[in-house]
C-alpha cells in the first residue's frame, strides 16, 4: 500500500485500463492483494497438480468404464482458467478408455443468459468445443432432477446431464465470495447447475442475513454448508480448481474432492488477498474489470464486497467509485433482470429490503437486496457507464468517466477526504484495523 495526493492510480476498465489522479482536496491509499510469483508453467502445474489429487483416487481410476461423463464449467461470468484446468482432465478420461462421445461439457450459467459460442471457445478453447458436445444448463427446465428435500420439502433440482452422469466433474475458481465465503468447490454444480428454487434459497434473505455468511469465511458459514449438501447429494466427485492473482495469473491448483480442493486452496487464497487499512474510508473506487464488467448485475459485486468487509471499507454516507462500461446494460438473463426489476421499487432501499424479507426474492433479485443495503450506507457512482439512465433507473450516480465520478463524490464527502483505490475489488478485502472507530 501507499499514499500519495499526487500518485497516478491505474484500474481495470473492460479488457483495458484506466489511469486517474485523485481531485484536489482527495488524498488516495492504493490497496492490492499480496504479491506472490505466479507459476512459471501453468499446463505442467495443471499436470502435476493431477496426478497427485487430495482427498480422492486418481481420475483415471474413477473413470475406468464409466459410460456417461459430466464436467460443470464455469461461464463467461467467471475468469475461472477452464482452457488449463479442462484439458488435462480430458486427457485423464481418455486414458482410462473413456470415449469422446460419452463426455458431456456443462457450462453452469445458473439464472444468468445462455453462453455465446464466441464464448464457449474463448473459455475451453475452440479444439475442446470442435471435439466435445458442450451444453447451457437452464435453470428453468422442465427436465432438471430432484437431488434432495428443500425447507418445506421443496425439492432442489439440478440439470439432468449433471445427475445422470455416472462420473461428474467441475472446475472452479477459488476466491472471496460474498455469501460462500470462498468459490470453488461444489459451487459451480451446486448452483450454476442447479434449480431457482435452490437458488432461491441459498440466496434469500434468511440466508444472507445469518453471520456466518460472509466473505472469506468457509468454516461455519451456512451458505457453504448448503453448498456442500447439494452437491454431495449430486455425487460430485472430483473437481479442479485454481486460485489466480489480480493479473490473472495462475498461483494454485488443485484436484480432487471438492471440500479438500476448496478448503486447501481457500488457506493459500486468504493471505493473498486480505489487506489491512487503519481505517475506513470517505470514497473507495472499486475496480472490477473484464468479465465481471459486462453488466450492472456483475459490477456492483464491488461495491457489495467492500460494504460487506468484515468492517465496511467506506464510513456512512460515503462514496463507491465502480468503473464500468456496462456493455450488456443491467444484464441480459432472467436474473439481471429481477434484479433491475427489484431496484427500482418505488420506495426506494428500505422498501426492497422490507419485501424481499417479507415475502422472499427470485434468483436474481437477492442482488438487490444486497445493493439496498449497500445504498442506505453510501453512495455508488457507476463511471463510464454506456447507458448512464440504467444507473440512475436502480438508484446509482452515473458519471461519463472516472474524473467526473471523482469529482462527484468529493461533493459528497466534502473536502477534505480520504479514498482508498482497489484495482481488484472482487479479490482485495481490506481489513479495517480501526474498527471500534467505524460509521
Do not use: W
Amino acid at each position: 500500500m501507499a499514499a500519495s495526493s499526487e500518485q497516478r492510480f491505474t484500474v481495470p476498465f473492460g479488457r483495458g485500463e484506466v489511469r486517474f489522479a485523485l481531485p484536489p482536496g482527495l488524498t488516495g491509499r492504493l490497496v492490492t492483494g499480496h504479491a506472490v510469483p505466479p507459476l512459471s508453467d501453468p499446463p505442467a502445474a495443471t499436470r502435476a497438480a493431477l496426478a497427485e489429487p487430495l482427498s480422492t483416487p486418481p481420475l483415471s481410476e474413477l473413470a475406468r468404464g464409466k459410460r456417461r461423463v459430466c464436467i460443470a464449467v464455469t461461464d463467461a461470468t467467471r475468469a475461472c482458467p477452464d482452457h488449463l484446468l479442462v484439458p488435462p482432465m480430458l486427457a485423464e478420461l481418455r486414458r482410462a478408455g473413456v470415449p469422446d462421445r460419452a463426455i458431456t461439457l456443462l457450462v453452469a450459467v445458473g439464472t444468468h443468459r445462455a453462453s455465446t459460442e464466441a464464448e464457449k471457445r474463448e473459455k475451453l478453447g475452440a479444439a475442446i468445443v470442435n471435439r466435445f458436445r458442450v451444453v447451457d444448463h437452464d435453470a428453468a427446465a422442465h427436465d432438471l432432477v430432484p437431488v434432495m428435500d428443500g425447507p418445506g420439502g421443496i425439492p432442489f433440482r439440478l440439470n439432468r446431464v449433471a445427475i445422470e452422469a455416472d462420473l461428474l466433474l467441475s472446475t472452479g475458481l477459488v476466491e472471496p465470495h460474498q455469501y460462500a465465503g470462498y468459490s470453488g468447490g461444489g459451487k459451480t454444480v451446486a448452483i450454476g447447475c442447479a434449480d431457482e428454487a435452490t437458488i432461491a434459497y441459498t440466496h434469500g434473505p434468511a440466508m444472507l442475513d445469518q453471520p456466518g455468511t460472509r466473505l472469506a469465511r468457509l468454516a461455519d458459514n451456512p451458505f457453504q454448508a448448503a453448498v456442500r449438501r447439494v452437491a454431495a447429494a449430486a455425487r460430485l466427485a472430483f473437481v479442479g480448481n485454481a486460485v489466480l492473482d489480480e493479473a490473472g495469473r495462475l498461483v494454485a491448483v488443485a484436484y480432487g474432492a471438492p471440500e479438500a480442493v476448496q478448503d486447501h486452496l481457500a488457506e493459500r487464497a486468504g493471505p493473498l488477498f486480505t489487506v489491512p487499512i487503519p481505517a475506513q474510508a470517505d470514497v473507495a473506487v472499486a475496480g472490477v474489470g473484464y468479465p465481471k464488467d459486462a453488466n450492472l448485475y456483475q459490477a456492483s459485486r464491488a461495491a457489495s464486497y467492500l460494504h460487506f468487509a468484515p468492517t465496511p471499507v467506506v464510513r456512512r454516507g460515503g462514496a463507491i467509485v465502480v468503473p464500468a462500461a456496462c456493455p450488456e446494460g443491467a444484464g441480459e438473463g432472467i436474473g439481471e433482470q429481477r434484479f433491475f426489476e427489484a431496484m427500482q421499487d418505488p420506495g426506494g432501499p428500505a422498501a426492497i429490503i422490507e419485501r424481499a424479507r417479507r415475502d422472499g426474492i427470485q434468483p436474481g433479485a437477492q442482488r438487490a437486496y444486497v445493493m439496498a443495503q449497500v445504498l442506505q450506507h453510501a453512495r455508488i457512482i457507476i463511471a463510464g457507464i454506456e447507458q448512464p439512465a440504467i444507473a440512475e433507473a436502480v438508484g446509482f450516480l452515473p458519471a461519463p468517466d472516472i474524473e467526473a465520478a471523482l469529482r462527484l463524490a468529493a461533493s459528497i464527502v466534502g473536502s477534505p477526504a480520504k479514498a482508498v483505490v482497489v484495482p481488484h475489488a472482487l479479490l482485495t478485502l481490506p481489513i479495517v484495523a480501526d474498527s471500534a472507530a467505524a460509521g
